[in-house]
């Protein structure tokens, strides 16, 4: 069974074609990752994937239903949640009420609730928090709970994005170079991280840029060149593949191995 199924997709831009005819499967075991170089069509896959952005052509299939052209708020309701490439926190709320946020996708109170407090409201509250809180250490920033997001030097942003996206309980959590901007020892922890959340059941796919990040944590990978498809398979095939290199070193830029 596959978590995702993502078939013929094409974002064109104008004359531009970001995405062409993009096919692969996503299995509910494991980290799947996409890599490819600047511009290659990553983020605008993630964008189709997660509704925010409409596809030219194709379908999206989640848990075996067609979420083409779904809004990306019920497409996150049904459990396939993203993170951005940069990060989109709450920069004046704590870190704790960034996280309470995310989790509101699953609890029942509207704004009459919030106001009147009626005892299951309060209940759902207090365990909203337990939640948040447990989310907070998980990701290791757990003395950190009050400080607000702003406060933040940017690689713990970036585990507080995932702490809020976790908050929403995906079944596939989408995060887009979620190592940028990380040192060496926080990446580390980021790989760890990443690891215990799809040990955990959520289905990871990620973006990234950092090559060692990526060969040390997927278990397979989509190398996207200029919006198409290159190759797809284990680190080891990908790394061995001739045309993956070429896209690389012919390219641009270098893999940061
Ligand atoms: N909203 C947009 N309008 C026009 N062009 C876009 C838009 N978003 C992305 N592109 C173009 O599509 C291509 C792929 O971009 P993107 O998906 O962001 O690549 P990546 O995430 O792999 O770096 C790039 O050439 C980029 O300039
Ligand atoms: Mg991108």
Redesign the pocket.
């Known amino acids: 069974m596959n978590r995702l199924g993502v078939h013929a997709l094409t974002r064109r831009?104008g004359g531009?074609v970001?995405n062409d005819s993009i096919s692969f499967d996503v299995p509910v075991e494991g980290i799947s990752a996409v890599i490819?170089p600047?511009?290659?069509?990553?983020?605008?896959l993630f964008s189709m994937i997660s509704g925010f952005l409409e596809p030219s052509e194709g379908r999206v299939v989640f848990e075996g239903e067609d979420v083409t052209g779904v809004a990306p708020e019920r497409i996150a309701a049904r459990g396939l949640v993203r993170t951005f490439q940069l990060a989109q926190l709450f920069q004046n709320l704590t870190v704790l009420e960034n996280v309470k946020v995310g989790r509101h996708i699953r609890t029942k109170a509207g704004l009459w609730a919030a106001l009147a407090r009626p005892a299951w409201a309060r209940r759902e509250e207090a365990e909203t928090e337990r939640r948040a809180r447990e989310l907070i250490a998980f990701v290791g920033l757990g003395d950190q709970a009050d400080a607000r997001a702003a406060a933040l030097p940017y690689g713990q942003q970036r585990l507080l994005e995932i702490a809020r996206a976790l908050a929403a309980e995906p079944k596939l959590l989408l995060l887009d170079e979620p190592a940028a901007g990380l040192n060496h020892d926080e990446t580390e922890r980021l790989s760890g991280i990443i690891r215990r959340i799809a040990a955990q059941g959520t289905t990871v796919l990620l973006i990234e840029h950092d090559m060692k990040l990526v060969m040390n944590t997927a278990d397979r990978i989509v190398v996207?060149n200029f919006g198409r498809k290159i190759a797809e398979g284990t680190p080891t095939e990908v790394q061995g593949n001739p045309q993956v290199i070429e896209a690389y070193l012919g390219g641009v830029e270098t893999p940061h191995v």
């Open positions: 831009f531009l970001a490819g600047n511009g290659a069509g990553k983020t605008t996207l």
